[in-house]
T-cell receptor, first 113, second 113 residues
Framework: DQQVKQNSPSLSVQEGRISILNCDYT??????FLWYKKYPAEGPTFLIS?????DKNEDGRFTVFLNKSAKHLSLHIVPSQPGDSAVYFC????????????FGKGTRLSVIA | DAGVIQSPRHEVTEMGQEVTLRCKPI?????LFWYRQTMMRGLELLIY????????DSGMPEDRFSAKMPNASFSTLKIQPSEPRDSAVYFC???????????FGSGTRLTVV
């Protein structure tokens, strides 16, 4: 039973264009959401996060949007660069539910020069 | 700080053999997590510790898997006996908090033949 779902295993985008990675969750107790980025042969590294009290968080080229009613979040990368090519994991946790991070299966982003 | 250190980086073993994966968390982090990454299931939580005590091992797939944390600076994940379906990348992560800020190691790629 996947509580965090990333339904697109892969995404290919032209350099300079926008990349949009999507994530859905089923557990209404989740109140904190994160995106991790993973390069081959390395561990995942934290990219950006958002609390459930917000609907948007921005950090440079990266913006995360949260739609609580739809239980959906997305990561926007603008403009996309070849160095952004990696696997992106969506994760969620619940402070009130005492739940550690639950990860999705990941989306492999390829940015083509 | 050198980050979370895992060893070995790669392990190839024969079916039926015992495998031990090792992890040194970041000093001062009270939480330690073992995750497994596969194509089918993404990043799944196997077990986590708080102050060296196992809190939730519901993700451990079978009795063949066991994990220990004898002190704050060392943890092991053992598989005995190993099977080909255990082939995956195993990540250790540590954190000062249960809900965010996990730092991952570089992982151990396990291949059971």
């Amino acid at each position: 039973d996947q509580q965090v779902k990333q339904n697109s295993p892969s995404l290919s985008v032209q350099e300079g264009r926008i990349s949009i990675l999507n994530c859905d969750y089923t557990n209404s107790m989740f109140d904190y959401f994160l995106w991790y980025k993973k390069y081959p042969a390395e561990g995942p590294t934290f990219l950006i996060s958002i609390s459930s009290i917000k609907d948007k968080n921005e950090d440079g080229r990266f913006t995360v949007f949260l739609n609580k009613s739809a239980k959906h979040l997305s990561l926007h990368i603008v403009p996309s660069q070849p160095g952004d090519s990696a696997v992106y994991f969506c994760a969620a946790s619940s402070n009130s539910g005492n739940t550690p991070l639950v990860f999705g299966k990941g989306t492999r982003l390829s940015v083509i020069a | 700080d050198a980050g979370v250190i895992q060893s070995p980086r790669h392990e190839v073993t024969e079916m039926g053999q015992e495998v031990t994966l090792r992890c040194k968390p970041i000093s001062g982090h009270d939480y330690l997590f073992w995750y497994r990454q596969t194509m089918m299931r993404g990043l799944e939580l196997l077990i986590y510790f708080n102050n060296n005590v196992p809190i939730d091992d519901s993700g451990m797939p079978e009795d063949r898997f066991s994990a220990k944390m004898p002190n704050a600076s060392f943890s092991t994940l053992k598989i005995q006996p190993s099977e080909p379906r255990d082939s995956a990348v195993y990540f250790c992560a540590s954190s000062a908090d249960l809900y965010y800020g996990y730092t991952f190691g570089s992982g151990t790629r396990l291949t059971v033949v």
